[in-house]
């Protein structure tokens, strides 16, 4: 058997060869790859008809014993399976299946007499695609081989177009996900800018207002009382007072204040500390302070101060020009917080207060003037008669600037 097996081997090589040898002499290119087939318990009788047959399709053909076959399906790449009758069902069942895991483009097919209905369905159920009657015309047998090939070469290109779809798959699922994370990042990029705009919009509607309102106002307790009102308006019920500086940096005095639980009077000394000494201190910087716990603020300032007690209190300068034009406090108990959005509203408003305030300081200069002296007037000749002394000349000086305007109230 094995001997048989040996020379059928042989003998098909050596025609695989001279057909190749035969296609180069005629011009053509050797790039033709054999169909592969694996020939699996046939006797030497049988396989030589078998070899003959397969060697005319032009397949390259291996006869293996059934106990080598898996081994040899394993190692191998084989195109089409041909099992002997003489094999049960369930034997070559197992390689059938080894074979489909493998490539399901490797294909089995049975070869023997006519088979009866039982044995051909127990064929089909063990994993065979056709019977090749040998007792057929040589028409029909190269037919089923031709049909087994043809529907190998389907398969193979089935699963080869699937693998380039499962390649063109993972591309797509990795550029998908880049463009997700970049579209999650412009969105987020988008968001914020927009959230950003959208506060500045709001801050810009929110000056224009306040502008709006004190720009009515030419008088100094006019404009203390509508942005004051302006403000509790944002900040809610609160006790509030602003200072205004007087004729020196130093100097502070009370412009205007609101009690919301704390009366003027049990404020005053509270007041008038924070007018000597808290305003020139927070005149010369530009922060915002806050004291959630005003217990040790308190006792720096050296004052019986009751009303701030558990309260929390606020306080910030408004300069314009680098000059200072008030001092605002707000306080109120701390069951009441302030809102952190407090220090945003503050920022936008307390500007357009001092420009206005910067305004007014404007107004009431140009206020204060003196009539042209003119040729041939009285003063002329006065000074013909004699001149003034040093003194008197200042006094008129001082005079013709009119008077010291005091910014605090």
């Keep these: 058997m094995n001997q048989s097996n040996s020379s059928s081997d042989d003998s098909a090589a050596s025609?695989?060869?001279?057909?190749?040898?035969?296609?180069?002499?005629?011009?053509?290119p050797n790039v033709q790859e054999f169909p592969s087939a694996l020939c699996i318990g046939f006797t030497a009788l049988t396989g030589d008809?078998?070899?003959l047959l397969l060697e005319s399709e032009g397949l390259t053909i291996t006869h293996v014993t059934v106990d080598n076959a898996l081994s040899r399906i394993v190692g191998?790449?084989?195109?089409?399976?041909?099992?002997?009758?003489?094999?049960?069902?369930?034997?070559?069942?197992?390689i059938a299946a080894q074979a489909r895991r493998i490539s399901s483009s490797t294909k089995l097919l049975v070869v023997g007499e006519r088979p009866r209905a039982a044995v051909l369905l127990d064929a089909v159920r063990a994993g065979a695609v056709d019977w090749i009657d040998l007792s057929a015309e040589d028409g029909t047998q190269a037919s089923r081989i031709h049909a087994a090939l043809e529907l190998g070469r389907d398969e193979r290109r089935r699963e080869e177009r699937i693998a380039r779809l499962k390649g063109i798959c993972r591309k797509l699922a990795v550029t998908r996900g880049e463009i997700s994370k970049q579209v999650d990042s412009l969105s987020d990029d988008l968001t914020h800018a927009w959230s950003d705009v959208r506060e500045r919009l709001d801050e810009a509607a929110l000056a224009g207002e306040f502008r709006g309102l004190l720009s009515q106002e030419l008088d100094v307790e006019e404009l203390l009382r509508t942005a004051m009102q302006y403000l509790l308006t944002k900040t809610g019920a609160t006790n509030a007072a602003v200072f205004l500086p007087g004729s020196k940096p130093t100097q502070f005095g009370l412009g205007a204040y609101v009690h919301y639980d704390c009366p003027r009077t049990s404020a005053a000394p509270l007041l008038t500390r924070l007018a000597d000494d808290v305003c020139p201190r927070l005149a010369a910087s530009n922060d915002i302070v806050r004291f959630a716990d005003t217990d040790e603020f308190v006792r720096s300032l050296g004052v019986e101060a009751s009303v701030l007690d558990d309260a929390e209190l606020i306080a910030w300068p408004a300069h314009h020009g680098g000059e200072c034009y008030g001092v605002f406090f707000l306080f109120r108990n701390r069951s009441e917080p302030f809102r952190d959005e407090l220090a945003s509203l503050v920022d936008v408003l307390r500007p357009v207060f001092a420009a206005q305030m910067a305004k007014l300081v404007r107004v009431h200069h140009r206020s204060k003037f003196e009539w042209p002296q003119m040729?041939?007037?009285?003063?002329?000749?006065?000074?013909?008669?004699?001149?003034?002394s040093e003194e008197e000349r200042d006094d008129d000086k001082n005079d013709s600037d009119g008077e010291t305007w005091r910014r605090a109230a």
Excluded: K
């Design 15 to 28: 025609r695989a060869h001279a057909r190749a040898d035969q296609s180069a002499s005629l011009g053509q």
């Design 49 to 51: 008809r078998v070899t």
């Design 76 to 94: 191998t790449p084989i195109d089409l399976i041909f099992v002997s009758e003489r094999v049960p069902a369930s034997v070559y069942a197992p």
């Design 375 to 388: 040729r041939g007037s009285i003063s002329d000749a006065n000074d013909d008669s004699g001149d003034s």
